[in-house]
């Protein structure tokens, strides 16, 4: 296929933001190919891009979801973080006591590049759901593979909330000033 006349890589991937944006489900890589006309490969390559540059984009056996939390009514902010393995608990639990919503999870590792997982973790019962599947499964945290250093997509209903709740992981020793990294 060959990309449609006067439409830029650019253009054509704010295209396949707002296509993914307003899909509820999963949109496989050749029916996006066929709205935009361009290759499936096309595709491949523009998803890579999206996420390279921090767009929620999930790559799904489905297909391709933008992550959002549709009923986002809040301030949001990304913050770094970086603990032991056993203070993954105590990090989530400030957060979700200081009502905050923890959106994602997220590395930037040197190899593979940023891996971003969806959390929507909004109460101590939701930290102690993921912890117990964790243990449950054997299953490593993505931070295993920086170090512990990670980033969290966080949510609540103003800045001043967030600002306490950054507060509190600082007086743990766990947010990081990604300025330092």
């Given amino acids: 296929m060959v990309q449609k006349e006067g439409k830029s890589g650019r253009e054509r991937r704010e295209q396949l933001i ?30 890579a891009l999206l996420r390279a540059s921090e767009e929620p ?6 297909g391709y979801l933008y992550f959002m939390d549709r009923r986002a009514k809040g301030v949001q902010r990304i913050i770094y973080s970086r603990h032991a393995l056993e203070d993954t608990e105590k990090e989530l639990n400030i957060l979700v006591d200081h009502g905050i919503s923890v ?35 054997e299953a490593n945290l993505l931070s295993s593979l920086t170090g512990g250093l990670h980033l969290h997509t966080i949510e609540a209903a103003t800045e001043e909330v967030l600002d306490e709740a950054c507060d509190a992981l600082s007086q743990e020793g766990f947010l990081v000033d990604p300025e330092k990294i």
């Fill in 103 to 137: 959106l994602d999870v997220g590395v930037k590792h040197s190899v593979y590049g940023k891996i971003f997982r969806p959390l929507k973790l909004k109460s101590r019962l939701d930290v102690k759901r993921f912890i117990a599947q964790m243990a449950e499964n």
């Fill in 18 to 47: 707002t296509i993914l944006k307003n899909c509820k489900e999963p949109i496989k890589a050749a029916s996006l190919a066929k709205l935009t006309g361009v290759s499936r490969q096309v595709i491949v390559q523009d998803m």
């Fill in 57 to 62: 984009v999930i790559a799904t056996p489905q």
